[in-house]
């Protein structure tokens, strides 16, 4: 097995199983976690993909703010305490035990083959060309995304601003 | 360069749970991540296919369209469970009663 597969194989293992824990978890709070793990495998994945400049964007965007949303939304609807408490405690050994696995398999796998210039390292980083293309050929494209973008700031300020218009009017009526 | 098979692959699995996450869970936050996965999938799908192309990028290109439409998408979504939240007091899909038609 080549290395480069190795890597993908373990990074979609991670994708695929925090997947798995979110499909059967109970406690959102343990979702949210869970899809962080995920969402950051699926970044792994495109970097070995050769994509660098979008594994980077997926951590942005998802990470720093798709998944602070979703927390925000989980914190939001908040309802009884009971719902985040673990009912059973793991042993310790545990803990210890699994991060032992984990940094010993990669080691093993990634040491003898620290020099890791082959597959999709050949090429030179996306960045410059990304950028190029997005101001030269996508530019029509790239004026759409801001335009839809505005269209969504502003449409989701408005849905939420019935809330405080609510409010408001409760406030008057007490 | 890995096989684009196994993206393939991993893009399939990972659709088929968020599907399943999107059918079964009653919670509107699930549901919210179940449709991230699945668009998480079709990014997965388009890398893998355009691992080859180093002029045009089509592929990543597509991705980052994905990324941004998931962002807005998650933007409205959490705007619309509050207002929902505010007026029905629950996210539990099966208490939304209001939204019936009779």
Redesign the interface.
């Known amino acids: 097995m080549s290395n480069?597969?190795f890597f993908?194989i373990f990074f979609?293992v991670q994708?695929?199983g925090s997947?798995?824990v979110?499909?059967f978890t109970r406690n959102?709070m343990y979702?949210?976690t869970a899809?962080l793990s995920?969402?950051l495998g699926?970044a792994a994945?495109?970097v070995?993909?050769?994509?660098d400049?979008?594994g980077v964007?997926?951590i942005i965007?998802?990470i720093g703010?798709?998944l602070v949303?979703?927390l925000?939304?989980?914190m939001?609807?908040y309802q009884s305490p009971k719902r985040y408490q673990e009912s059973i405690p793991h042993k310790k050994s545990v803990f210890i035990l699994i991060p032992l696995l984990f940094v010993l398999v990669l080691l093993v796998q990634a040491l003898p083959l620290l020099p890791m210039i082959d597959?999709?390292y050949q090429?030179a980083s996306?960045v410059e060309?990304?950028g190029m293309?997005?101001l030269t050929?996508?530019l029509p494209?790239f004026e759409w995304?801001g335009f839809?973008?505005l269209v969504?700031?502003i449409?989701?300020g408005w849905?939420?601003s019935?809330?405080v218009q609510?409010d408001k009017s409760k406030g008057e009526q007490v | 360069m890995i096989p684009i098979t196994l993206y393939f692959i991993v893009g399939a699995v990972l659709f088929a749970i968020g599907t399943t996450i999107v059918l079964v869970r009653r919670n509107v936050l699930f549901v919210l991540m179940g449709i991230e996965l699945i668009l998480n999938a079709a990014s997965i799908n388009f890398v893998g296919a355009s691992q080859g192309d180093y002029i045009k990028l089509s592929g990543q290109m597509m991705t980052l369209l994905i990324i941004v439409i998931a962002a807005c998408e998650a933007v409205v979504a959490l705007a619309i469970i509050m207002v929902l939240f505010k007026k029905a007091g629950s996210v539990d899909l099966m208490e939304l009663k209001k939204l019936k038609e009779f």
């Open positions: 480069i597969l993908f979609s994708t695929i997947a798995v979110i499909l959102v979702a949210v899809l995920s969402l699926v994945l495109f070995l993909a050769g994509a400049v979008l964007i997926q965007v998802y703010g798709v949303l979703t925000f939304g989980v939001y609807t597959d999709p090429h996306k060309v990304t293309l997005w050929e996508y494209i995304i839809l973008l969504v700031l449409g989701a849905i939420g019935t809330l609510e």
